[in-house]
């Protein structure tokens, strides 16, 4: 005799148990971007006071510029960080590869499609390389890319002979950090990704009503559309005005071309930790590794998968600071690229000990640095000032880490 098993609609859940829900969240210590996202709008309203300039559009387009190559090169840190482990090296393999870019752009005269696969292919070549070592020799991923990052610092003198600066002129190089998406475009991508978003957490709501489950009601997620759709449209209006000071000269209107760069990498890394098997794999890799060998993963591929994306996407941030800075020298990816970039990842809500943290993450933590950077340059403050409230952030940081994880041992 069989049993015919039928699901009730989802429960409502209203808004007071949800928001009670979210604040019993935080209390256990699951705070998740919400340091991120306080630190974000009073470092905002700070600078705005201190120097209205600060809020100015151009000032805006250039602060994404400004923290684009970092917020790249930290995406990729997260898939390591989600593992508990860690990858020193990234900073000069971003600069290795932007190094490869410029010798094969402006020596060999090779076509930019080309030197920027064969770029990413020596990002695949380093990754994969480091992952090997940590995996099949058993080196702690500390000091072999503590290794790495000495000997990618001496490849990059190789490459660059000893200190020459090589000048990027491809136009198509150029443009990723220099130019600016027409804005009758910016509002099509817009629209496309709004269509995206609203269509996600529809599809979301309607799995989780077939399957019985209680949670967010309709009204919360059309009122969740409606904040994104009015954040992100001041965004792209506010890009999309004129921003030149002799526009009959030189007109600036539109986003930088980086700005969707990040916003396809953000969505694409998101969809893969979050709705693919080799996502799950990695959280339950970094928050048990044995418990996960036990269930049956390749612990071993995951981890070189992770640490061969991250030396990836470090070429992609060689990339973008190439572009910005129209060339590449021995420096490259080198001074405060990767403490910075770790910073971003951690300041955004990235877990130091694995298992905890969203692709989000590095753009927050990205914006929090380029908004310290940016406001204290204004303010005329000097470089070591910036080194010292930006290693006081990353420290605060990690402790509201640290003791966000002891709150959560305690309540489980």
């Known amino acids: 005799m069989s049993v015919a098993l039928t699901k009730e ?194 599809r979301k709501l309607q799995a989780r009503t077939k399957l019985g489950l209680t949670g967010e009601t309709l009204p919360v997620i059309a009122l969740r559309i409606a904040a994104v759709a009015l954040v992100v449209g001041i965004v792209v209006g506010v890009l999309n005005d004129e921003r030149s000071r002799n526009p009959a000269m030189n007109s600036l209107q539109g986003m930088p071309i980086v700005v969707p760069l990040i916003a396809v990498l953000l969505l694409l890394w998101t969809f893969v930790l979050r709705r693919t098997a080799f996502g799950r794999h990695i959280y339950a890799v970094g928050g048990n590794a044995e418990a996960a060998r036990r269930a049956g993963i390749a612990v071993d591929r995951i981890k070189i998968t992770a640490f061969v994306l991250c030396s990836t996407m470090a070429a992609v941030g060689g990339l973008i600071a190439a572009s910005r800075a129209n060339s590449v020298d021995p420096n490259t990816g080198g001074s405060d690229v990767l403490l910075t970039a770790v910073g971003a990842a951690v300041i955004g809500g990235t877990s130091l000990f694995g298992g905890r943290g969203r692709m989000l993450d590095a753009v927050l933590g990205a914006a929090v640095v380029a908004v310290i950077n940016n406001g204290m340059g204004l303010m005329g403050f000097s470089a070591g000032t910036k080194f010292v409230v930006t290693g006081f952030v990353l420290l605060l940081a990690a402790g509201v880490d640290a003791l966000s994880r002891k709150r959560a041992q305690l309540h489980s």
């Open 9 to 202: 609609p989802a429960a409502a859940a209203p808004f007071s148990d949800l928001a009670r829900t979210y604040v019993d969240r935080v209390r256990s210590g699951d705070m998740g971007a919400l340091p991120s996202v306080i630190a974000l709008i009073v470092l905002s309203v700070i600078f705005s006071v201190a120097r209205p300039v600060f809020l100015t559009q151009a000032n805006f387009a250039n602060l994404l510029t400004q923290g684009a190559a970092i917020a790249v090169i930290a995406m990729g840190l997260i898939f390591v960080l989600l593992l508990g482990e860690i990858d020193l090296s990234a900073g000069f393999t971003s600069g290795v590869c932007a190094a490869v870019l410029a010798v094969l752009l402006t020596d060999k005269g090779w076509p930019w499609y080309v030197a920027v696969g064969v770029s990413l292919l020596t990002g695949v070549a380093i990754g994969l390389t480091i992952g090997a070592v940590v995996v099949r020799i058993g080196i702690p991923s500390f000091v072999v890319t503590l290794a790495a990052f000495l000997a990618l610092q001496g490849v990059a003198l190789k490459i660059m002979d000893n200190g020459r600066n090589i000048s990027i002129t491809d136009s198509t190089i150029v443009a990723i950090a220099n130019k600016n998406v027409p804005p009758l475009l910016g509002w099509i991508m817009y629209a496309i990704l709004l269509a995206g978003f609203a269509l996600i957490q529809f």
